[in-house]
Each structure stands twice: as C-alpha cells, then as structure tokens.
C-alpha cells in the first residue's frame, strides 16, 4: 500500500508564513482535496509532497508496503498535472510521451496513442507544442503523467485551461483513482471538484 504522510508542515517565504503546521495523510484509493483561497499556499504544499521545494520545517514521508520511499527513487511513484509545469515547445506531443517514458525507463506503459485518443490529442500527436492552444497543454500534460503508471497523482489546479469536455475526462480520471490503486492529492478552489476527495484540507480553517 502506498502512503503520502506530512507532518506540520510550515513553509516561509522572505519572512511570511505561507504554510502554518499543516498535516496531511493519503493513502491507495483514498483521495485528499487541499482547498484555500489564492495565496493560501495550495501549490507550494503540492510542491512539498513531491519534494519540489523544502519545507521551513515538518517533515513529509512516502511509503510502499510500510517502507520509507527514498527520495532518489520518488520519481518512479508519482505524477504530477500542474500549470506550471511547462512543455517543450519544439517536440511533439507524441515525442514528450515518448521522451518521458524513456527518461523513467517505464516498463508496462499505457500505449501512448491510446493516451492521445483518451484525451483527444491523438490528430495532433505529431504537431508541435508551440502550436497548441492552453486547452491542449493541459490535455497533454495528463497523458504525460499517466504514461509512467503512476501510484501517487497530484493536481495542482486539475481542470485548469479545459473545457466542458476536458473537464469531463478529468473527472473520469479522478473517479477512476480507487479502482486503479492510485493514491490522489489535489488542489483546487473549485467546489464541484470536491466530490471526487475522501478528506478535505482546508488551508484558510484546517482539515475537515
């Protein structure tokens, strides 16, 4: 079993209390929304979970089956969908899945045409990304992190940039994490991506 713990965790910047003593716990097929208002510090505790940024203090651990996930071998365990995350211009989309799956040297992946067509990309796998629209990226982004199988999945944001239909697949996604053993964390200040978590974090008032 996989199992996302933090332990009050805060954060600063220059001074400012970003993350005050927040504590967080996630395990296979269990879902936690982390919700607050803008500024509220819900991508920089995202960032934390996958060690993109370091806490001021508090502690985080990974699990599998009760033993601690070294943080070198972290990146075989989780995908991330964040807007932030930027995509390389001048390759494809098919070359990015290709390019990722290679980097983490993915046994078992999903085929990545199937990716594309899950996320109706695949007329445009062969196109460039500098060409594509906001809406894409995003689509694109999720075929990204689903093509290394991951076991922990974290949204920053997760219908950020879609349209209806867009937003449609995510969901389906999200519904999807119990029944695929995924261990899903995501942040958002949309209400009705709520019903898709078993455990809210509300960073403005604590956990619920």
């Known amino acids: 079993m996989i199992t996302v713990q933090a332990d009050n965790i805060c954060k600063n910047y220059n001074r400012q209390n970003v993350l005050n003593n927040i504590s967080l716990f996630a395990s296979e097929k269990y879902s936690v929304a982390i919700t607050g208002k803008n500024g509220s510090g819900k991508s920089t505790l995202i960032k934390i979970l996958t060690r993109f940024v370091t806490p001021t203090s508090g502690r985080i651990f990974h699990y599998d089956n009760n033993f601690l996930i070294q943080p070198e071998k972290?990146?075989?365990?989780?995908?991330?969908?964040?807007?932030?995350?930027?995509?390389?211009?001048?390759?494809?989309?098919?070359?990015?899945?290709?390019?990722?799956?290679?980097?983490?040297?993915?046994?078992?992946?999903?085929?990545?045409v199937e990716l594309l067509k899950q996320f109706s990309l695949f007329e445009s796998g062969n196109k460039k990304?500098?060409?594509?629209?906001?809406?894409?990226?995003?689509?694109?982004?999720?075929?990204?992190?689903?093509?290394?199988?991951?076991?922990?999945?974290?949204?920053?944001?997760?219908?950020?940039?879609?349209?209806?239909?867009?937003?449609?697949?995510?969901?389906s996604l999200m519904k999807s994490a119990k029944k695929n053993n995924i261990t899903l964390i995501f942040a958002t200040n949309h209400k009705r991506d709520l019903k898709y978590a078993d455990c809210l974090i509300d960073l403005d008032e604590g956990a619920k």
Do not use: W
Request: charged share 20%; with cysteine.
């Open 74 to 112: 972290l990146n075989n365990y989780f995908s991330i969908v964040a807007p932030y995350l930027m995509l390389y211009e001048e390759l494809t989309a098919l070359e990015h899945l290709r390019f990722v799956k290679k980097l983490k040297n993915i046994n078992n992946a999903p085929s990545e």
């Open 129 to 171: 990304v500098g060409s594509f629209s906001s809406g894409m990226i995003q689509r694109l982004r999720y075929c990204i992190a689903l093509i290394s199988n991951p076991k922990i999945l974290l949204l920053d944001e997760p219908t950020s940039n879609l349209d209806s239909e867009g937003e449609d697949l995510v969901y």
